[in-house]
């Protein structure tokens, strides 16, 4: 498994350049700058503390170029918890020390050497076993998995105490360390995948060699795949992935099975027998069991399961909220990171950056929704990770609607198979809403002004009805170049229904550097006080208005109607 890039954190622009060279070690990394102190990062944040704790949770390995302390203290409630343990390091603003705070089993001493070699100084190790024997048993390389953390434990501690030790089976990374090896010791480091007793004398190591194919008829699939490991006599940590069938794509068993058993979930084209889908599946096969459910083959050397027939394909249509970072939910930062594609109209695209260099952006033209999607799902149905980008939400005006209509119209089932999900976002109305008060708080009504895609008449008679029922109004796209008229007759509309000091709040590009917002009535309103960046909401009879200490208006619409309700 490959690591996910490192995150390299700076507090100020003194650490700019220490954090410039690390970078260059590792492609993938951004610098994350806090906002105001740092000028040029490729990312900026708010929140030290927040920051920090949302890549740790997200497991992405840490640089903080600041004090160990501060980093300690920082991440100190996240430790007690189960979950993510990225490799997490200090190191000196000026580059003169690197200290790995976290993370040993994930590899941080790896890192910590790798960053001293490019700062040219010494990593700070204090890992008695790694200083001794040059290498940490408890961290195997990638391709092989450690049987049992305190077992472990255990054993470098008696290997610390000055016992020897032997090695069985294969374990070409040990060579170059310094391990005292002994033929006759009662110690021994085995390296196999086959199911093993564990024992306080043996350090188990697992090659993960191993290839289950399996189909999601298998009833109770983890259990069934754990029994027939078993019957078969080979442990469940050598296996390397789960194989299925592409015609089974879309089985929540088998994604269920494959998240029990953490491993991999593949898929290959379906050719019948899964002993066949199996041994195809790597080079020189041993084929160990082969049923109508499952199949077992074992490789001679650990297989990288991202060689092994394909992902399921993933495409997922997230809201951007307004544009501030804060008002992006937490889910499609997670989702921007893991994309390997992102699609949209390119001012939205280049809002949700910046991207790594392996992330692809594609950017189109705003008008060609349609062309997108099914551009999207061309790319999701070869394996990749996609992400279309809406700003607000996702499925208001925007394009969670046109996706799911190019998925309805298509009958190609590599598309049906895609992983779909549609992520929320703050949606304009509301950002501007929060910051003008609640002008939303009781019953409203949302409408795009726009009669690019569906007939103005409708548009007229839906204002009339909504205006006539006194639900407050939330308008998008109030108007454009090559709409020009069309807000004056809105507003015309309107004004049958609604008294002129009926409140009005303007909100133009809310949550986005020089926002601002207007509270007027609609009296007072006139089109050219909007552009195709402002959202418009109109109050109903019971919307109120009333002065805000500090300047301007805090503007609601009480939760009742009628009479006041007595409290
Ligand atoms: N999906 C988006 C709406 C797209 S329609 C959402 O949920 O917010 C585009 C319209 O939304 C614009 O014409 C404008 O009326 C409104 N809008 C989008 N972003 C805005 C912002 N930051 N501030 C004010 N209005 C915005």
Redesign the pocket.
């Given at each position: 498994m490959t690591r996910p890039a490192p995150a390299i954190v700076i507090l100020g622009n003194g650490s700019l350049a220490t954090a410039r060279k690390i970078q260059q070690a590792y492609p993938g990394a951004l610098i994350h700058g806090l906002a105001a102190r740092v000028e040029g990062a490729d990312r900026e944040y708010h929140e030290f503390g927040t920051t920090l704790r949302e890549l740790y949770q997200q497991d992405t390995p840490i640089i903080a170029l600041c004090a160990a302390g501060i980093v300690i203290r920082t991440l100190a409630p996240l430790l007690l918890e189960k979950g993510a343990e990225p490799p997490v390091l200090a190191v000196a603003e000026d580059g003169s020390a690197v200290v790995p705070l976290l993370g040993g089993l994930g590899g941080v001493n790896v890192l910590a050497r790798e960053i001293a070699t490019v700062l040219d100084v010494a990593a700070a190790i204090t890992t008695s076993g790694e200083l001794r024997f040059g290498t940490c048993l408890l961290n195997p390389p990638s391709g092989y998995a450690l049987g049992d953390l305190e077992l472990g434990k255990r054993f470098v501690a008696d290997l610390l105490a000055g016992e020897t030790v032997r090695i069985e089976g294969a374990a070409p990374w040990l060579a170059q360390a310094q391990l005292p090896e002994n033929p006759r010791a009662r110690l021994a480091v085995h390296v196999g995948h086959a199911e093993r007793e564990p024992a306080a004398n043996e350090l188990l190591i697992y090659p993960r060699n191993v290839v289950v194919a399996v189909s999601a008829c298998a009833v109770s699939v983890p259990g069934a795949v754990r029994d027939a490991l078993h019957r078969a006599k080979v442990a469940v940590q050598s296996v390397a992935c789960l194989l299925a069938a592409d015609t089974e794509m879309a089985s929540p068993t088998l994604r269920e099975a494959a998240l029990e058993l953490g491993v991999p979930l593949r898929f290959a084209d379906d050719v019948g027998a899964l002993s066949t889908l199996a041994s195809n599946a790597i080079e020189q096969p041993v084929l160990i069991l082969g049923d109508e459910a499952i199949a077992i083959a074992v490789a001679e050397k650990p297989v990288d399961p991202l060689t092994i027939g394909r992902l399921r394909g993933r495409l997922a249509v997230i809201?951007l909220g307004?544009?501030a970072a804060e008002l992006m939910v937490p889910a499609v930062k997670a989702e921007l990171a893991r994309a390997n594609d992102v699609l949209g109209y390119e001012t939205y695209v280049r809002m949700a950056g910046p991207f790594r260099a392996d992330q692809v952006m594609h950017c189109t033209d705003n008008r060609e929704e349609m062309q997108r999607a099914r551009h999207a799902f061309a790319l999701a149905a070869q394996g990749r990770s996609v992400v279309v980008v809406?700003?607000?939400?996702?499925?208001?005006?925007?394009m969670a609607a046109a996706v799911l209509e190019a998925l309805h119209e298509s009958t190609d089932p590599a598309w049906h198979n895609v992983d779909l999900e549609i992520l929320p976002?703050?949606?304009?109305?509301l950002?501007?809403a929060a910051q003008a008060g609640a002008p939303l708080g009781h019953d409203f009504c949302v409408l795009?002004l726009s009669d690019n895609l569906k007939p103005w008449d409708i548009i007229e008679k839906r204002l009339d009805l909504a205006s006539q029922a006194d639900l407050a109004l939330a308008?998008?796209?109030?108007i454009?170049r090559s709409r020009p008229w069309q807000l004056g007759r809105a507003l015309e509309i309107v004004a049958r229904h609604r008294t002129p000091q009926t409140p009005v709040v303007l909100?133009?590009?809310?949550?986005?550097p020089g926002?601002t917002l207007r509270v007027t009535t609609l009296g007072q309103l006139t089109p050219d006080q909007v552009d195709?960046?402002?959202?418009?909401l109109v109050g109903s009879s019971t919307t109120c208005v009333f002065a805000r200490p500090g300047g301007g208006d805090w503007v609601y619409t009480p939760r009742w109607y009628g009479e006041k309700p007595t409290s």
């Open positions: 809201g307004p544009g809406s700003s607000g939400d996702p499925g208001v005006f925007a976002g703050v949606s304009a109305s950002a501007t795009s308008f998008y796209n109030p454009s909100g133009r590009d809310i949550g986005r926002q195709m960046r402002t959202m418009v």
